[in-house]
């Protein structure tokens, strides 16, 4: 074959955006596990799902057979406002780690709300909108998620209450203009709107708040509110569906070129971005038709598949979701304050759990210092000013390429750039001023989070 120049940006056509979304659950032998009633401690029923969540995600929630499902037209075209998105080929690093490793990124920040988020918002607000809802409320810790869904009501003219992390809410008021700008709703959390929150508030007095604490509310508030129900950014089986188009764009784009890639790196909060990433790749390697190192990335002040276990435990601090198998810290973690980089969510995805409970990837953890390091690296070489949370696989993508540099291995990396870092410019202050300092908790800290783990399965 003649050698091709691989252009720094591989864009794909309008028509080779995805036309379904691919559920890896349907390549998997060992399914991830199901959901539980916390009373009964039996599987969740669709009918209980749906007094929180819209039906036809329920549907797909529970889905764990059918390997290709329909992108709806609307969400398609949607999606062709700001996909395909291109998959980057980072010659400048490269050329500044002196690597002959040939590293590339999908790059998913090129849309207002900044991150990969929107892919899962659409399709959610699309299927409330479908079902009659009035609206829907959720958690935002960050504020990405939180944008992208205002984004998504607005576009379907759906009602957007949103709690955010009050630590978060303080750090990043302009997060929750962009919001406000779409018509959502914002309440920093724990707030006394509910009764969870006054809780919460009782219990631990000036709380920064914390994801499960949000998530706690928020779906409080919707199973109250007549015509609305609860939506979330990540962890679940649905989210992971409607991101891999992620991954079916980057395989398209790399077979392009007849590139296979060696290692496939993402960052991991609650696993949404990496899922949506490798699920093509992974279900390769399910099916024993190709084999791929795939790393995921998770800060060393939030260790969920590190340093968690693998176990049943509540998605929220309020214990008002069911339980979720996963890799978990304990729903009462709450990550050290002086962590900036997002990514805190106590447990992790359980396709992704079981994934790498059956050794099909690996998982590392970085300080924060260093992840602000390779992002300032990035930034200054490539351009694009990254988010602290896609800067977890900037970090390890070079890492293993100065690894490469070593060995003289022209490996193949991919990883995912799950979007840009403009409202955490408090975080890369600190950085510059040298006042970030990198806390990572003791064994005994996490023995005494675990202690409190529901005793089930
Ligand atoms: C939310 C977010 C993440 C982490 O969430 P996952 O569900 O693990 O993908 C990573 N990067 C960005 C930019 C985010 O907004």
């Not at 998620?145 to 978060?168: E, I, N, P, Y």
């Not at 193949?412 to 975080?427: C, K, N, P, R, S």
């Amino acid at each position: 074959m003649p050698e091709t120049k691989i252009p720094y940006k591989i864009y794909l056509n309008e028509n080779e955006l995805p036309k379904q979304w691919y559920n890896l659950r349907a390549d998997m032998k060992n399914k991830p596990a199901p959901l539980l009633n916390p009373g009964t401690g039996e599987p969740m029923k669709p009918e209980e799902l749906e007094a929180v969540f819209c039906s036809e995600l329920v549907k797909q929630e529970l889905d764990n057979t059918t390997p290709y499902i329909d992108i709806p037209d609307e969400i398609y075209n949607f999606y062709k406002m700001y996909r395909p998105s291109p998959l980057v080929r980072a010659y400048f690093l490269e050329k500044k780690l002196g690597t002959p490793a040939k590293i590339y990124y999908k790059f998913e920040g090129n849309n207002t709300s900044g991150s990969h988020k929107l892919n899962s918002a659409i399709a959610q607000a699309y299927y409330a909108k479908k079902q009659g809802l009035k609206g829907v409320t959720t958690e935002t810790g960050a504020g990405q998620w939180g944008t992208a869904l205002s984004m998504a009501c607005s576009f379907f003219d759906l009602d957007c209450k949103v709690f955010m992390v009050k630590v978060s809410y303080e750090q990043k008021p302009f997060r929750r203009e962009v919001m406000r700008t779409y018509g959502a709703s914002v309440t920093p959390s724990p707030s006394t709107e509910t009764e969870v929150g006054k809780k919460i508030l009782a219990a631990h007095p000036g709380t920064t708040g914390s994801l499960g604490c949000a998530i706690s509310e928020a779906v409080e508030v919707a199973v109250k509110s007549e015509g609305y129900r609860y939506v979330l950014g990540s962890v679940l089986n649905q989210v992971l569906l409607h991101q891999s188009v992620i991954g079916l764009e980057t395989k398209t784009a790399l077979d392009k070129y007849g590139i296979k890639p060696d290692i496939i790196i993402g960052c991991a909060g609650g696993g949404s971005n990496l899922g949506g990433l490798i699920a093509p790749f992974m279900g390769e390697k399910l099916r024993g038709e190709a084999d791929y190192r795939i790393i995921a990335v998770e800060p060393a002040s939030c260790p969920s598949l590190t340093r968690g276990v693998y176990a049943y435990d509540f998605c929220d601090t309020g214990m008002v979701c069911p339980l979720a198998k996963m890799y978990t810290l304990g729903s009462d973690f709450i990550p050290s304050a002086n962590h900036a980089g997002g990514l805190r969510y106590h447990g992790m995805s359980s396709i992704l759990s079981q994934l790498y409970d059956d050794k099909l990837m690996e998982a590392t953890s970085v300080k924060q210092t260093d992840v602000f390091e390779a992002a300032e690296l990035f930034a200054r070489v490539e351009g694009i000013l990254p988010a602290p949370e896609s800067s977890h696989a900037i970090r390890v993508a070079i890492d293993e390429a100065l690894k490469c540099k070593e060995t003289g291995e022209e490996k193949t990396i991919v990883f995912g750039l799950t979007g840009t870092g403009y409202f955490d410019m408090v975080a890369y202050e600190k950085f510059h001023d040298g006042q970030m300092s990198d806390y990572i908790p003791t064994d005994d800290e996490l023995a005494a989070y675990r202690a409190k783990l529901p005793k089930i399965g």
